[in-house]
């Protein structure tokens, strides 16, 4: 009769914690204490207290989950059973949850993803995600990751761009993002952005140039900065791309590119590189080009100069006429060489 009396007195106080969301910290600290006195207690049969609402309870689970460590392992069954507890919780809490997995079972991770990033439940996949993402190799579990990015729940795609996004310097997560920055989820396209602009290289100047024209201000600006700081360091990877943008029919796709070549050092070869480039294109297409690039007339008086003393006749002639406006006293004798001949 005694046992069964500590059995049944166990069961209750099990019950009252579970079905009870607010408890008095005091009484539950009692409770708890009372629990693990009692050497009837099962935690694989109360796996619930693992995600509790109420943090006292998931920290009494993880702690009895790390007494059954042997070695470095834990019990495997047990690490199985908090993440199968997962699903549904609140995201603070399925974080601590995973954290929890983390440090006691890694290697449970990857035998449950598969059945959760495939599953039919959001649920469960938003728990696969927090999984991936405090897992201490996570792009090892790229191939879960190309599941849940294809995903139709647009919180899904989100989330797992953003643990995409913190592997940028690997070649096949590049690739992956570099396609979705023309996704028709704003939202997506925009992490995407904000991840490629943190640390900008050669590999986002084709896409942040496609996107220029259509995202809104926000994003533009995101991507300016970036193209900016590329444009003060590493010109040549996008000098190419900014030519034809000087002649382009959206005032705000000139104006843009009259902002970037003006902070590239070397305005000289780009200036050469413009003047080549306006030989080959219609002369309204040139006109526009030149309007263009008169908003920054004064700093590129300089890289005139010297262009106007280059061996090529035509972009020494090219080069007087863009200077044209100036009244700088240094161009009378290089406009006079240049009407010469002698130049």
């Not at 509790?52 to 059973?81: I, N």
């Not at 993803?113 to 996949?125: Q, Y």
């Not at 004064?298 to 863009?322: F, H, N, Q, Y």
Request: hydrophobic residues 45%; proline residues 5%; glycine residues 6%.
């Amino acid at each position: 009769m005694g046992l069964f009396g500590k059995t049944d007195n166990l069961s209750a106080l099990l019950k009252k914690i579970e079905t009870e969301a607010s408890l008095d910290p005091a009484e539950l600290d009692v409770s708890l204490a009372s629990i693990a006195g009692q050497p009837e207690f099962q935690l694989g049969k109360n796996a619930w207290m693992f995600g509790h609402a109420q943090k006292k309870v998931r920290d009494f689970a993880a702690s009895r989950l790390l007494e059954t460590k042997t070695g470095d392992r834990v019990d495997p069954g047990l690490v199985d059973l908090v993440i199968k507890e997962m699903p549904g919780k609140p995201s603070s809490i399925r974080a601590e949850m995973a954290r929890l997995v983390a440090s006691s079972g890694p290697d449970r991770i990857q035998a449950r993803l598969g059945h959760m990033v495939h599953s039919a439940e959001a649920a469960d996949k938003e728990a696969a995600l927090d999984l991936i993402d405090v897992h201490p190799r996570w792009q090892d579990l790229l191939g879960y990751l190309k599941v849940t990015i294809r995903d139709h729940e647009s919180r899904i795609r989100q989330r797992t761009a953003r643990i995409l996004a913190r592997g940028l310097e690997n070649c096949a997560i590049l690739f992956i993002l570099r396609e979705l920055i023309h996704d028709e989820d704003e939202t997506l396209r925009h992490i995407i952005i904000e991840a490629f602009a943190q640390k900008p290289n050669a590999e986002v100047v084709e896409p942040f140039f496609e996107r220029l024209t259509l995202e809104g201000p926000e994003a533009r600006a995101i991507m300016v900065r970036a193209l900016s700081h590329l444009a003060r360091n590493a010109q040549s990877q996008i000098e190419d791309r900014l030519l034809p943008m000087l002649g382009d029919e959206n005032p705000a796709v000139r104006d843009i590119a009259v902002k970037l070549l003006s902070e590239m050092p070397d305005r000289t070869r780009v200036l050469k590189a413009f003047l080549v480039h306006c030989r080959g294109i219609a002369c309204w297409l040139r006109d526009r080009s030149m309007q263009s690039l008169q908003k920054i007339s004064d700093s590129l008086l300089e890289p005139l100069l010297t262009l106007m003393g280059d061996p090529d006749d035509d972009i020494r002639v090219a080069a007087m006429v863009m200077a044209g406006g100036s009244r700088d006293p240094r161009l009378v004798p290089l406009v006079k060489a240049i009407l010469l001949g002698k130049a």
